[in-house]
């Protein structure tokens, strides 16, 4: 597994992940909305801290720049 996810798709995951969060766990506690944040919030912020997608992986997506040393 290799990472496929670029450093600023992956501060904008985490960062939208954090929201998506907060706003499941402490503005819509206890509803289906606030589970479905946490859920995908969940996602972002996990994605964003390992740097995988498997989005990507099966769309063939990689926002993460290819070493041009050589």
Known sequence: ???NVGTVDRFLRILAGSVLL???VIV???SNV?????VVGT?????GIIGFCGLY???GINTRPTDSLS
Do not use: C, R
């Open 1 to 3: 597994m290799s990472s």
């Open 22 to 24: 907060y706003l499941g």
């Open 28 to 30: 819509y506690a206890g």
């Open 34 to 38: 606030g589970l479905t944040l946490d």
């Open 43 to 47: 996602i972002a912020l996990l994605t």
């Open 57 to 59: 992986k099966l769309l």
